[in-house]
């Protein structure tokens, strides 16, 4: 009878032992130590974050001019040149007669006349832009601008930030720029018809507008007469309906293939509105886009029309930002991470987060670049809980153990001791 009693004894001790222990040890605010094995912890690094859109395209010319024929004026004579050949801006096309020659040359010198005066505007507006640039860089505060300046740009001046003002600032340069080169193609093409006029009695040349190969002729005279696909090559592809949320002219872009030689780099130049096919219930729409290929002042390499080529396409960039694996965030309501001190605690901090890519998160807000954090935590992790972690024998040198005093060597042995 005594060995029943001391059995049911021993049972009850056992169950009220364990019911506290497993008390304590949930109990909220317990004292009750708490250690958790810790095999894979990282760093908050000093980090450059990229969001991109990864897409398919085609190199391609980076323009296709149409020459067109006004047969109801003008009586054609004859082609001057062939599909395939190569022209440069300037060369004649096509011959055709006229009786007006002298109010066409009037035309076309009130045409190059306003094409030099939109190029000195652009000088004149480029200008500007530069002065307010400068400005703004030194100091932004008694940086003014001139109202016409500013409503071309299209941005509220007193909201905006410096940032997004000089990235305005820079792409509207770039397509200033653009603009200008085209005219000045423009001038060139109306001073060589102007000395064309001035030489013949009756026949007229129209001539090319730019260097290229001569993609298309129409022997039946239909319009466009002629096609000229541009000698400069450019990237063409399409954005789905979700990207082109995201895409913006003047974006940069970098695109590589095996065939190239180095990664070729430049910008958004056109992105259309309207989908390439009409749009229907049963298929996604497609928005074809073009960008322009940079050459650095380089010597362009030889690029193979139709050729494919893997491309990037830079939506975001954030230079120098502290940043940490994705995984290490538990993405609750309010989000955290957990940070290992010197002390051995694991402590529980919340996160304000940034631009996220490649598996890198940006912290604007939490713990500082060289702070250690857990890699994989999990939801139901303890704030403030001990740690320990394997030892990661490729790490210890002998060296560093040498430049440890012997009262620090005593006492992280006694330190090692008294923990184990």
């Given at each position: 009878?005594?060995?029943?009693?001391k059995?049911?004894?021993?049972?009850?001790a056992?169950?009220?032992?364990?019911?506290?222990?497993?008390?304590?040890?949930?109990k909220?605010e317990?004292k009750?130590?708490r250690?958790?094995?810790?095999?894979?912890?990282?760093?908050?690094?000093?980090?450059?974050?990229?969001?991109?859109i990864?897409k398919?395209?085609?190199?391609k010319?980076?323009?296709?001019?149409?020459?067109?024929?006004?047969?109801?004026?003008?009586?054609?004579?004859?082609?001057?040149?062939?599909?395939?050949?190569?022209?440069?801006?300037?060369?004649?096309?096509?011959?055709?007669?006229?009786?007006?020659l002298?109010?066409?040359?009037?035309n076309?010198?009130?045409?190059?006349?306003?094409?030099?005066?939109?190029?000195?505007?652009?000088?004149?507006?480029?200008?500007?832009?530069?002065?307010?640039?400068?400005n703004?860089?030194?100091?932004?505060?008694?940086?003014?601008?001139?109202?016409?300046?500013?409503?071309?740009?299209?941005?509220?001046?007193?909201?905006s930030?410096?940032?997004?003002?000089?990235?305005?600032i820079?792409?509207e340069?770039?397509?200033?720029?653009l603009?200008?080169?085209?005219?000045?193609?423009?001038?060139?093409?109306?001073?060589?018809?102007?000395?064309?006029?001035?030489?013949?009695?009756k026949a007229?040349?129209?001539?090319s507008e730019?260097?290229?190969?001569?993609?298309?002729?129409?022997?039946?005279?239909?319009?466009?007469i002629?096609?000229?696909?541009?000698?400069?090559?450019?990237?063409?592809g399409?954005?789905?309906?979700?990207?082109?949320?995201?895409?913006?002219?003047?974006?940069?872009i970098?695109?590589?293939?095996?065939?190239?030689?180095?990664?070729?780099?430049?910008?958004?130049s056109r992105i259309?509105?309207?989908?390439?096919?009409?749009?229907?219930?049963?298929?996604?729409?497609?928005?074809?886009?073009?960008?322009?290929?940079?050459?650095?002042?380089?010597?362009?390499?030889?690029?193979?029309?139709?050729?494919?080529?893997?491309?990037?396409?830079?939506?975001?960039?954030k230079a120098?930002?502290?940043?940490?694996?994705?995984?290490?965030?538990?993405?609750?309501?309010?989000?955290?991470?957990y940070?290992?001190?010197?002390k051995?605690?694991?402590d529980?901090?919340?996160?304000?987060?940034?631009?996220?890519a490649?598996?890198?998160?940006?912290?604007?807000k939490?713990?500082?670049v060289?702070?250690?954090i857990?890699?994989?935590?999990?939801?139901?992790?303890k704030?403030?809980?001990?740690?320990?972690?394997?030892?990661?024998f490729?790490?210890?040198?002998?060296?560093?153990y040498?430049?440890?005093?012997?009262?620090?060597?005593v006492?992280y042995?006694?330190?090692?001791?008294?923990?184990k």
């Open positions: 009878m005594k060995g029943k009693w059995i049911i004894v021993v049972s009850v056992s169950i009220v032992l364990i019911t506290v222990n497993l008390y304590l040890i949930e909220k317990s009750v130590e250690t958790v094995f810790v095999e894979k912890w990282t760093k908050v690094k000093k980090d450059t974050i990229t969001a991109t990864q398919k395209a085609v190199i010319p980076a323009e296709v001019h149409d020459i067109y024929f006004d047969a109801k004026k003008n009586d054609f004579q004859k082609f001057l040149v062939k599909e395939g050949d190569e022209v440069t801006a300037g060369a004649s096309l096509f011959e055709y007669t006229t009786l007006e002298d109010a066409l040359k009037a076309l010198s009130a045409e190059k006349t306003a094409a030099e005066g939109e190029i000195s505007g652009i000088d004149q507006y480029a200008a500007k832009l530069r002065a307010y640039q400068g703004l860089e030194r100091d932004p505060d008694k940086a003014v601008i001139d109202d016409s300046v500013e409503q071309k740009l299209n941005i509220d001046i007193t909201t930030s410096s940032d997004l003002i000089e990235s305005n820079e792409q340069l770039y397509k200033q720029e603009e200008k080169n085209r005219l000045n193609e423009k001038v060139k093409m109306l001073s060589t018809q102007l000395s064309s006029i001035e030489t013949q009695t007229v040349e129209t001539t730019t260097d290229g190969i001569v993609k298309n002729i129409n022997e039946n005279l239909n319009n466009p002629i096609s000229i696909a541009s000698a400069n090559m450019g990237i063409e399409y954005f789905s309906e979700s990207e082109m949320k995201k895409a913006e002219v003047g974006m940069t970098k695109a590589s293939a095996p065939a190239l030689k180095k990664e070729l780099k430049g910008k958004i259309h509105s309207y989908p390439a096919d009409e749009p229907t219930l049963t298929k996604d729409n497609k928005f074809p886009f073009q960008a322009l290929i940079e050459t650095d002042g380089e010597e362009a390499e030889p690029l193979v029309v139709g050729a494919k080529v893997d491309l990037s396409i830079i939506t975001n960039e120098g930002v502290p940043s940490i694996p994705v995984q290490s965030v538990i993405r609750t309501k309010k989000p955290h991470i940070k290992l001190t010197k051995g605690y694991m529980k901090h919340y996160v304000t987060l940034g631009l996220e490649d598996g890198r998160q940006e912290l604007i939490g713990p500082a060289g702070d250690v857990l890699l994989e935590p999990e939801r139901m992790m704030n403030h809980s001990h740690f320990i972690t394997p030892i990661q490729d790490k210890v040198k002998t060296k560093t040498k430049k440890f005093t012997a009262r620090e060597k006492r042995l006694l330190l090692g001791i008294l923990e």
